[in-house]
C-alpha cells in the first residue's frame, strides 16, 4: 500500500513563505504525477500545481502562478510546494496526491492516491 504523507504547514503571516513536502512511503509504485489541491474553509478542493514525475512538466492555478513552485526528489521519493508572498486567501488544507495513469495534470478526479492534508493559516 502507498501512503502520501504532508508535512511543512503552519501558521505565517502575509507575505511570509512556507515550503510543504510529500513523501511517498510503502510499495514501490510507477506514478506519472504528483500534485497539490487545497481546500480552503466552506469551499471546494481546488488544484493548486502538478509536476509529471519523469519529466518535470509543471502546471499552476492562476491564483498561485508566480508564487508558488512544486519541484520533486526522485531519490527521496517526495514532492514539494514551495509558497512565497503569501496572502490570508491561501489559507487552506493542502493535500498532495499521485496520478497513476497519465491524464491531465490539473485534473481534480485523475489522482488516485491522496494524503491526508497539512493546515496552511495565513495571517493578516
Known amino acids: 500500500q502507498v501512503q502520501l504523507v504532508e508535512s511543512g504547514g503552519g501558521l505565517v503571516q502575509a507575505g511570509g513563505s512556507l515550503r510543504l513536502s510529500c513523501a511517498a512511503s510503502?510499495?514501490?509504485?510507477?506514478?506519472?504525477?504528483m500534485g497539490w489541491f487545497r481546500q480552503a474553509p466552506g469551499k471546494e478542493r481546488e488544484f493548486a500545481a502538478a509536476i509529471t514525475w519523469s519529466v518535470g512538466i509543471t502546471a499552476y492555478a492562476d491564483s498561485v502562478k508566480g508564487r508558488f513552485t512544486i519541484s520533486r526528489d526522485s531519490a527521496k521519493n517526495t514532492v514539494y510546494l514551495q509558497m512565497n508572498s503569501l496572502k490570508p486567501e491561501d489559507t487552506a488544507v493542502y493535500y498532495c496526491?499521485?496520478?497513476?495513469?497519465?491524464?491531465?495534470?490539473?485534473?481534480?478526479?485523475?489522482?488516485?492516491?491522496w494524503g491526508q492534508g497539512t493546515q496552511v493559516t495565513v495571517s493578516s
Open positions: 496526491a499521485a496520478m497513476t495513469t497519465a491524464r491531465g495534470i490539473s485534473i481534480q478526479h485523475a489522482y488516485n492516491i
Open positions: 510503502g510499495r514501490t509504485f510507477s506514478r506519472y504525477a
